[in-house]
């Protein structure tokens, strides 16, 4: 098995990742982790990040234990992440990648990797500045485009831009599409379910239509957004299933699945659900709205919260937290007579629409 070690560092600005989470993700990809450490980076170390100190016992540490591979909770440069790989001769994965692995391991349709596709290549195309410098050579003009004389590096680039021009075609067909069916939806009422993920958006999906879906208690368990019609009495509703939100999810990321979560603003209602029984639930809060104001101010108009696990806390804390939050459903996603009160409720917003 491989001996993975995990540093969680705070840099010089003060900021540090969840290590809680970090966690989350580690296991979300099913690494075992041998042992962690932390790193606080005044500043930073021009060829080998950490300052010296710590990269001296980090040396001898890995040769110790016969450490193969490094995550680092936060995001360090090319430069960095090879000069490290080279001197400790061990892979180096930091907090961008580890997610876009996880991304790539998860989407199931054919759009979906393509997305996780586009993200990955556009990461990758961060990181061909400098730190590639040891792959530059000449290259010959023998079976190449772009003629004699061009490095390794121009041609990476060259075959980077190029795949990624060709995956942003085929996703503009996919948007093509998407718009069609956004008009056949124009007169039914619509309800968005978002959250941080694995809030358990998937597990209400299922007990509100009906409808079997994958989910899985990790996170990123659904990429995939999904829909499904209700047709109540006389009233007709689409619910959608949509993509976790975490904080300082990666800006490849963001940019890739942008058409798909901008579904989310033809919304009429927005479920926010929150996972009560995670103690970060507050800033998961605050994560999630600050995605949605960056999509539109006018989203967090259409917001209801609904507290999810509350069969995994004390009714004494529900009790309070009603009083903070009177407007907001208090739900176990799990209790069919809980989630009745839930669609009682979006029926009647159909009725005031």
């Known amino acids: 098995m491989t001996k993975i070690l995990v540093i969680h560092v705070q840099d010089h600005s003060n900021i540090t990742h969840d290590p809680f989470e970090f966690y989350e993700l580690i296991n979300s990809q099913e690494f075992a982790v041998f042992c962690s450490c932390r790193s606080v980076i005044r500043v930073q170390n021009s060829k080998r990040y950490f300052a010296k100190g710590f990269y001296d016992w980090l040396f001898d540490f890995v040769k110790i234990h016969d450490i193969r591979r490094i995550l680092i ?54 990181r061909l500045v400098r730190g590639w410098t040891h792959l530059e050579r000449q290259r010959g003009g023998i079976g190449i485009r772009g003629g004699p004389g061009e490095t390794q590096l121009e041609l990476d680039k060259r075959i980077l831009n190029d795949n990624i021009k060709r995956i942003k075609i085929k996703l503009a067909r996919f948007n093509t599409h998407r718009q069609l069916n956004q008009r056949s939806r124009e007169h039914v009422y619509k309800v968005n379910l978002v959250g941080y993920s694995n809030a358990g958006k998937s597990t209400l999906f299922e007990m509100l239509t009906k409808k079997q879906t994958y989910h899985d208690d990790r996170l990123f368990a659904t990429l995939d957004p999904i829909s499904a019609r209700i047709q109540y009495r006389d009233n007709k509703l689409i619910v959608t299933d949509t993509v976790g939100f975490i904080s300082n999810l990666p800006e490849t990321l963001m940019q890739a699945f942008l058409s798909t979560i901008s579904e989310i603003k033809l919304s009429n209602q927005l479920l926010h659900i929150v996972d009560i029984s995670n103690p970060l639930w507050k800033s998961h809060i605050k994560t999630v709205n600050d995605y949605l104001q960056q999509l539109d101010p006018e989203l967090c108009k259409r917001v209801k919260l609904v ?4 069969d995994r806390v004390s009714k004494m804390y529900i009790d309070e937290l009603s009083l903070m939050y009177p407007n907001a459903f208090f739900i176990s996603a799990l209790k069919s007579n809980e989630v009745k009160v839930l669609f009682d409720y979006l029926i009647n917003q159909i009725d005031l629409s």
């Open 73 to 126: 909770n936060t995001d360090i440069s090319a430069r960095h992440q090879s000069e490290l790989e080279r001197s400790l001769c061990l892979s180096i994965i930091d907090r961008t990648q580890l997610i876009l692995m996880l991304f790539q391991s998860r989407a199931r349709s054919y759009e979906g990797k393509l997305q996780v596709e586009l993200a990955h290549l556009a990461y990758l195309s961060t």
């Open 307 to 310: 507290f999810n696990q509350c």
